[in-house]
């Protein structure tokens, strides 16, 4: 993108979706051997 928060302002067009509203479990399974690392970054946003 040419500009710094172009990507922003073509969300609504681009599908850049910044939410999620998956129960946290399931979401978390999702990173399998990862979790253990990023869980703490999750549960602290």
Do not use: V
């Not at 939410?19 to 970054?41: C, K, N, V």
Request: aromatic content about 14%.
């Amino acid at each position: 993108m040419p500009s710094f928060g172009r990507k922003f302002l073509l969300a609504g067009r681009g599908g850049l979706n910044l939410t999620h509203s998956e129960p946290l479990e399931p979401f978390l399974a999702r990173y399998g051997d990862r979790r253990p690392l990023i869980e703490p970054w999750i549960r602290a946003f």
